[in-house]
């Protein structure tokens, strides 16, 4: 179960601007937010620990909308069954940024500080993608080097494939070892986490 820890998770700003609700241009910022808004991804910035983990499954058998792997895992889902045709594994992942930025928007909110709060979470969640997207890039790059090619990632919780999925792809690709636990109804913590499978095939 590799865990790399120098994967960039700077984030697109179009997109994190997008996520605090304005246009994506700095422009259309109105003048009265922009420092407010400079200052949040700064910080943000200076909040992250990102952290990643990934393990490869073979696949070796698909029965019905059921995928297993030869390492006892199985997921039972249409929509995964019919994302990963053809696949002859899957790269099972699972990213967070720590608990730092989380800590301190619950802290900025709890202070009356919502707006804060509020813009530095957006950026955390666009932060979060960005290091899933930075783990994709090195499979994909990683995988070509094999011969193979990848799929896009597909995530518990997406289509029929339930939220509950979560507890055993994270216990199969142990995610606890970059810190990352679940709460009772199968929500990551730290929040700005995400986790995925991508599926593998021969060009």
Known sequence: MPVLKNLHCDPDLKQVYAR???KTWRSAIPESM??????????GKG?????VCWEYH???????????TDRNYAI????VRTWMEGCHGLYLCAVTLGPALDEKVTSLSTNGELTRGFLLNAYGAEAAEAL????NLYL????SEQGWQTTKRYSPGYGDWHISAQKHLLAKVGADQIGIKLTDSFLMVPEKSVSAIIGVKSI
Do not use: H, N
């Not at 899933?132 to 783990?135: A, D």
């Not at 994909?140 to 995988?143: K, L, P, S």
């Open 140 to 143: 994909r790059t990683y995988a």
């Open 132 to 135: 899933m997207e930075s783990l």
């Open 34 to 43: 922009k420092v407010l808004v400079d200052e949040s991804i700064k910080l």
């Open 47 to 51: 909040l992250v620990s990102p952290s």
């Open 76 to 79: 039972s889902s249409e929509k």
């Open 20 to 22: 605090m609700g304005f």
């Open 58 to 68: 073979p696949i070796s058998s698909v029965s019905g909308d059921v995928i297993a």
